[in-house]
């Protein structure tokens, strides 16, 4: 499996920006998609942006033109620049890696950042 740590949370104005970052370490032989997902006080967890190992992402329509996703596979990095930030981007931001290892095909998920946007 993976342990994942993200980091680049922080309170920001908004209309601005933050990159976050979420490095994989462990025993594992691939990663395959990764995703980035948030969870707000009193909401369940949400979707926010996959990239998958060819390349091609997906976005949620809330985040759509503002974020990207990218990832470094030498480095077991994911990103997220996320721009033009809201207040109701505020929330938890968790990463998501699907990998391949010993175990087979598996799922780690990171401890989360805190992202707090002010109006």
């Known amino acids: 499996q993976a342990t994942l740590s993200e980091s680049g949370g922080g309170l920001a104005r908004a209309g601005e920006s933050l990159r976050l970052s979420c490095v994989a370490a462990?025993?594992?032989?691939?990663?395959?998609?990764w995703g980035w997902y948030r969870q707000a006080p009193g909401n369940q967890r949400e979707f926010v942006a996959r990239?998958?190992?060819?390349?091609?992402?997906d976005y949620a329509d809330a985040v759509k033109g503002r974020f990207t996703i990218s990832r470094d596979d030498a480095k077991n990095t994911v990103y997220l620049q996320m721009s033009g930030l809201k207040a109701e981007d505020t929330a938890v931001y968790y990463c998501?890696?699907?990998?391949?290892?010993?175990?087979?095909?598996?799922?780690?998920w990171g401890q989360g950042t805190q992202v707090t946007v002010s109006s």
């Open positions: 462990g025993n594992f032989e691939s990663i395959g998609a």
């Open positions: 990239i998958r190992s060819d390349g091609s992402v």
């Open positions: 998501n890696m699907r990998g391949y290892g010993d175990i087979g095909n598996f799922a780690s």
